[in-house]
């Protein structure tokens, strides 16, 4: 995602940076279209300039997936990891759990759970960062609640028809925490609620889809078909040029010019179309940025 207010965003699948499709920008709304991996988990890398941490001193940040929300946080790095949440689950239990792309499951029957809220329906397969600026000072409370698991209900195939949509967040690797803090932060944001200050949108589908949408390109087959083709008509003038030449007469096939002649035909090979060695690919060094977590249970 391009750099929006001195603040990128990128998605990363199974610690690679996903390639992004048709990347807009509207306001403080930038978007664009990933491939879902499934069961590959994902994460989301924040870069924050100096110039603006300089003159913004803290940013809250929601993570909301399939349009429900799972975890807030705040933070004053200008290098930030958001890998995994922490939620509440049906037993009261407070859980760290990781995000995977899981294929979307549907049901045709009537059932009396089925989701409902056309906010969660239109957003399903859709992933989000919403960022605030906030003041530097924090107000430290001992109340602070976890975010509830999602309900996660049963979704109708006719509530989706016509969506692009495939696939959707799982919540996966969740793991206990034992004596959970009930300290967090309370902020006071600069910007209202309603209208953060940065949003990037993530919008995942399988590549078939993309493809049948035309948001990525579909990876052209003719081309095969024609190199193919080549190559038979140059086999073939090779036959022919073999099989039309004259019989040499005794003087002119001496081992002397057989020998030279052969030897002019390895060079020739030797400088046909050979493909030089490929560059060794250089990759950057991976780094972890530790995630200093202070958890934002809403505005004071």
């Known amino acids: 995602m391009p750099e929006h207010k001195g603040i990128s965003c990128e998605l990363h699948i199974d610690g690679q940076k996903a390639t992004e499709y048709q990347t807009t920008q509207t306001g403080s709304i930038c978007s664009s279209h990933v491939i879902s991996q499934e069961d590959k988990l994902f994460s989301f890398h924040l870069n924050i ?14 993570l909301w997936a399939d349009g429900e929300k799972l975890d807030s946080l705040t933070f004053t790095e200008t290098e930030y990891v958001v890998d995994d949440a922490q939620i509440l689950d049906s037993t009261n239990a407070v859980k760290v759990v990781k995000l995977k792309f899981a294929k979307l499951e549907t049901v045709d029957a009537k059932m009396a759970n089925l989701e409902a809220r056309q906010d969660i329906l239109q957003k399903l397969g859709t992933l989000e960062i919403k960022i605030w600026r906030a003041h530097h000072g924090v107000t430290q409370t001992n109340s602070f609640s976890y975010q509830k698991q999602p309900s996660m209900n049963p979704i109708h195939e006719k509530s989706i028809k ?7 967040t799982k919540l996966a690797h969740p793991k206990t925490i ?27 589908a399988s590549k078939s889809l993309l493809e049948a949408a035309e948001i990525i390109p579909k990876v052209p087959q003719p081309a095969r078909v024609e190199a193919e083709s080549l190559s038979t008509k140059v086999k073939a003038a090779k036959s022919s040029t073999v099989e039309e030449k ?55």
């Open 246 to 300: 004259p019989q040499l007469s005794m003087e002119t096939s001496s081992p002397l010019l057989t020998a030279k002649r052969r030897r002019m035909e390895d060079e020739n090979e030797a400088q046909s179309g050979r493909l030089s060695p490929q560059d060794n690919m250089i990759k950057r060094p991976r780094y972890k940025i530790r995630n200093f977590r202070k958890h934002l249970p809403g505005d004071s």
């Open 178 to 204: 034992k004596n959970p803090s009930s300290l967090g932060y309370l902020t006071r944001k600069i910007d209202a609620y309603e209208t953060p200050w940065v949003t990037f949108i993530f919008r995942h």
């Open 49 to 62: 300039t100096s110039s603006t941490l300089g003159s913004v001193p803290r940013l809250d940040l929601e």
């Open 162 to 168: 016509g969506q692009e949509v495939t696939h959707c």
